[in-house]
């Protein structure tokens, strides 16, 4: 079982801008002052960029249109309504926002089928939408593949009896805490486990600050070490930059890539960027228009592909 995937699926958005019904809870957002148009052509500008750049180093991005009747401004981040297995399992996901639910849809599978990739079951879960119970993929949660253990910070967003129904479900153990943020001179809840914490296969980023309770963060580190992981510490100044925001992948050759936005990279100071580099290299790319607009970075683009091939 690996860690790292070699093949990510991403969304290229068509009706791209600041979603209204996700900025209640996500304090990343921030409004343009732009027409929706533009903002949408400089998003997709982004996103071609991002694309062309993964490519470059041989990770296989298969890129689905996003559909112009739906109306999906934030289509672009589809790990948070799907996720894809090792063993041909698949799970959906129930959303937060109404208009966010329109993002999942059949076209996607039948494109990884045509693309020679081998879907076993689908795990629904988003009938827990009905009771306003929501859990958004791997925005939620963050998988350890290797020792089978998922990592996922309670909030409006991460429902925590859903979440141990998706860890028996899939087989692994639950670790669960509460990240918080600094909204106003409150502490409220962070939307999205992404946003301060990332996996790679021997080392861990992640903003401990946001762990207010001293037992919950010393048992987020002691599980991390447990399994060997480095831990590369981050401020809350730079998570808000979207340094907790990055994916490991692989490339060709099998070349390990931290993937993350230009944004995070720049936030970085020597000391991270050498700890990070020491287990492989960082990949950056300028993400800034998807990032105020849509709360969301590099990890929340790219939806890992685990699918076994036909």
């Not at 996103?47 to 689905?64: C, N, P, Q, S």
């Not at 076209?107 to 009905?130: P, Q």
């Not at 809350?236 to 990055?246: K, L, R, V, Y």
Request: aromatic share 8%; charged share 25%; with cysteine.
């Amino acid at each position: 079982m690996q860690q790292t995937t070699d093949t990510i699926l991403m969304i290229r958005p068509v009706n791209f801008r600041m979603n209204e019904q996700t900025a209640v809870n996500n304090f990343f957002q921030e409004d343009l002052d732009l027409k929706n148009v533009e903002i949408n052509k400089k998003a997709q500008q982004e996103f071609d960029a991002f694309v062309e750049k993964l490519r470059a180093v041989g990770i296989t991005v298969i890129v689905e249109n996003d559909d112009e009747l739906m109306d999906t401004p934030d289509s672009v981040f589809p790990n948070n309504w799907v996720s894809f297995h090792s063993n041909g399992n698949v799970a959906i996901y129930p959303m937060f926002a109404e208009n966010r639910r329109k993002e999942r849809r059949d076209e996607v599978f039948i494109r990884l089928e045509k693309e020679g990739f081998k879907i076993e079951n689908i795990f629904d879960y988003t009938s827990a939408e009905d009771e306003g119970i929501f859990l958004e993929g791997t925005g939620s949660l963050l998988l350890d593949r290797v020792n089978d253990k998922a990592y996922c910070a309670l909030s409006p967003r991460a429902d925590e009896d859903l979440f141990i129904e998706f860890c028996e479900d899939f087989e692994y153990t639950p670790v669960i805490f509460t990240a918080n943020q600094t909204v106003d001179g409150e502490r409220l809840p962070i939307y999205h486990t992404n946003v301060m914490m990332c996996l790679a296969e021997n080392f861990a980023v992640i903003c401990l600050d946001t762990i207010d309770d001293k037992k919950e963060r010393k048992q987020v580190v002691k599980s991390l070490k447990q399994d060997g992981k480095e831990i590369i510490s981050i401020t809350e100044a730079q998570m808000h930059q979207f340094a907790g925001n990055m994916l490991q992948l692989r490339g060709k050759d099998n070349q390990l890539y931290l993937v993350m936005s230009e944004a995070a990279h720049k936030s970085l100071n020597p000391q991270q960027i050498a700890a990070i580099e020491k287990h492989c290299p960082i990949l950056s790319s300028s993400l800034e228009t998807i990032e105020t607009c849509g709360g969301g970075s590099a990890r929340c683009m790219m939806a890992e592909v685990f699918l076994p091939k036909n």
